[in-house]
């Protein structure tokens, strides 16, 4: 049940199937959990939304993983063409509730509405993709050396999955593994942020509902919510085989060494130090544009937020200023309020990061060019959590350039070639998204080819975020060289096997190799 109150205050979340007390796992058969219950706080004012969640607990995942073991061969049998259906009836029920989910992820990680919705949506899409998907997988047929012999290579579910995912795309990263990694043939165990918990359930019962309504094994899908402890359950849990982790780099070395030493397959999704480059012939109108949204959207917090902005000395000053006349511009406040473009961070912590980070950049010769400040007391926002998109003229060889803040901090320095620019690009450990801004073809093609941008997305003339479904997503270095959602990230959730028939009653060996007795 919803108390009247909540219900006033939040009419949507009822048709979500919140309730006062929601339980914070699903096990595959009922909702039900044992650990704490806790409010869930919105980055946007600070305050508790007025639904609460049960934590998981390691007996709760543990029992989750159990129940998916007995679904899973069912599951793998089940032809492909048949999962991609129901990946299909997901998405469709996701569109009937687009707008409410949209609005309660929105209220949980401080997203404007815009881009709450824009998350929604992005799981749709890939549950479309995930739908043609099903009907191509392929295999191959290969030539065998031995005469009568047939060879082909297929591919074959991984069997378990577990996906742990961060606070900043909470929805949409697990909508990129479940829709795939369901359409392969797996089940899976899907862990939320502890920060995200609601907008997490109501996406997970709208999943639960398509596969009780086609009367299949709710556990194909379970979910838990909680903190570190139970994703070192799922990590350390030989029966997933696959883990898909989206979070820090140095949480990332920690999942990746569990994983090697009980040789699992990691899916690792990490940090991403991320850089934009305008050259001196560029559309400068159209690249301060996209660095206003690489750099701010989301405010700050997406894993392929621009953070680092090199500019051609010759276009230097007339961009800075061009662009710090937009900063100062941006509305700052609820972000489910129309025309707000930047809102809170997501927790307090990250408002002490920011701080830090821009009193360091100053103490290492930075020169704060516009923001700066942390909004604290300010009666201009709603909430403690919020800070302003900040630029910074700096040198590229400050040490705080190498690092990543999770905030709206934007390091703006010089360059003159495009051969300085990849060596600037490729000069840091992460290696996720990077963006030049040039019409020049010779240019373009050097920045793509193999001695260019180190960097899983590369793009030319839009910015380093905004990523479509289509492409696989992720990057290499300290990013964790995992891929995910499209082009051939399936493989990730498949195994492949390679068969050789032989359809005669001789017995030729391989190479040539004469094993007569």
């Not at 998350?119 to 392929?138: H, K, W």
């Not at 697990?174 to 609601?198: Q, Y």
């Amino acid at each position: 049940m919803l108390s009247a109150a909540i219900k006033t205050a939040y009419p949507f979340l009822e048709e979500l199937g919140i309730q006062d007390v929601n339980a914070g796992c699903f096990d595959g058969k009922s909702w039900s959990a044992s650990g704490d219950i806790v409010d869930c706080i919105s980055p946007i004012d600070g305050k508790p939304i007025g639904p609460k969640v049960q934590m998981a607990t390691k007996e709760d995942t543990l029992r989750c993983i159990e129940n998916m073991m007995e679904a899973k061969k069912a599951w793998a049998q089940t032809p492909a063409p048949k999962r991609g259906e129901i990946v299909r009836q997901i998405g469709d029920e996701l569109r009937k509730f687009l707008k409410p989910l949209g609005q309660l992820l929105s209220m949980e990680v401080g997203k404007i509405l815009p881009e709450g919705v824009g998350e929604i949506q992005e799981f749709v899409d890939i549950c479309d993709y995930a739908t043609g998907l099903s009907r191509q997988i392929p295999g191959q047929v290969l030539p065998s050396e031995r005469p009568g012999h047939f060879m082909m290579e297929q591919w074959h579910p991984m069997g378990g999955v577990g996906i742990i995912c961060a606070f900043n795309f909470p929805v949409a990263v697990a909508g990129w593994n479940a829709a795939i990694s369901m359409t392969c043939g797996n089940v899976h165990i899907w862990k939320s942020a502890p920060t995200t918990t609601l907008c997490s359930i109501a996406a997970q019962r709208i999943m639960t509902s398509v596969l009780e309504r086609n009367h299949l094994p709710g556990s194909i899908a379970t979910f838990v919510a909680g903190g570190a402890d139970i994703g070192e359950s799922i990590v350390e849990d030989h029966r997933l085989p696959v883990v898909s982790f989206t979070g820090s780099c140095r949480a990332g070395r920690i999942v990746g060494q569990r994983l090697a030493a009980r040789f699992g397959r990691p899916i690792l999704e990490l940090g991403g130090n991320n850089a934009i480059f305008v050259m001196d012939d560029a559309n400068v109108e159209m690249a301060v544009r996209a660095t206003l949204f690489g750099a701010v959207g989301t405010a700050g917090q997406r894993c392929t937020t621009a953070r680092r902005l090199y500019l051609h000395e010759s276009v230097y000053d007339a961009f800075v200023d061009r662009l710090a006349g937009l900063y100062g511009k941006l509305k700052i406040g609820n972000p489910l309020e129309d025309g707000v473009l930047v809102g809170p961070v997501h927790t307090l912590a990250a408002v002490k990061i920011f701080e830090d980070t821009v009193a360091a950049a100053v103490a290492q010769g930075g020169k704060v060019r516009v923001g700066g400040k942390a909004l604290h007391n300010s009666t201009a926002v709603p909430g403690p959590n919020y800070v302003e998109p900040t630029m910074i003229e700096i040198s590229s060889d400050a040490a705080i350039v190498k690092e990543e803040a999770f905030v709206p901090i934007l390091y703006v320095m010089k360059f003159k070639t495009i051969d300085e620019a990849i060596a600037l690009n490729n000069n840091v450990e992460q290696g996720l998204s990077a963006a030049l801004f040039t019409n020049n073809l010779q240019t373009q093609y050097k920045w793509l080819g193999p001695c260019g941008a180190d960097t899983g997305i590369a793009n030319v003339n839009i910015p380093t975020n905004g990523a479509e479904i289509g492409g696989a997503f992720g990057g290499e270095k300290a990013t964790g060289g995992g891929r995910e959602s499209g082009s051939d990230a399936w493989k990730q959730y498949m195994r492949r096997q390679t068969n050789t028939i032989n359809y005669t009653s001789a017995l030729p060996l391989a190479q040539g190799i004469n094993f007569d007795v």
